[in-house]
């Protein structure tokens, strides 16, 4: 049984940083590519950050890319997402995803807020 599950975020002002985890099991996650999602309020989901599955090649939203960083640790089976010089416009609630055999999977997010 896939589960993602997130966690590390917060509230923030501007400009500050957080870093967001996610951890992964029920699958082999060393096969797979990540990705991060967020969906902010009234918005749609967005893809954020993906990462393919040994973590040499990353791929960013245009409205992160400079900021936001996505890694992983496959011993760990866990994805990070290392996000700096936050704005408001990154309000949102953070999703951990996998696309397994067709599927998609998600994890329940964890709220990002920035305000001062």
């Known amino acids: 049984q896939v589960q993602l599950v997130e966690s590390g975020g917060g509230l923030v002002q501007p400009g500050g940083s957080l870093r967001l985890s996610c951890a992964a099991s029920?699958?082999?996650?060393?096969?797979?590519?990540m990705n991060w999602y967020r969906q902010g309020p009234g918005k749609e989901r967005e893809l954020v950050a993906s990462?393919?599955?040994?973590?040499?090649?990353?791929d960013y939203a245009d409205s992160v890319k400079g900021r936001f960083t996505i890694s992983r640790d496959n011993a760990k089976n866990t994805v990070y997402l290392q996000m700096n010089s936050l704005k408001p416009d990154d309000t949102a609630v953070y999703y951990c995803?996998?696309?397994?055999?067709?599927?998609?999977?998600w994890g329940n997010g964890t709220l990002v807020t920035v305000s001062s």
């Open positions: 995803n996998v696309k397994r055999r067709g599927t998609d999977y």
């Open positions: 990462i393919t599955s040994a973590g040499r090649s990353t």
């Open positions: 029920g699958f082999i996650f060393s096969w797979y590519s």
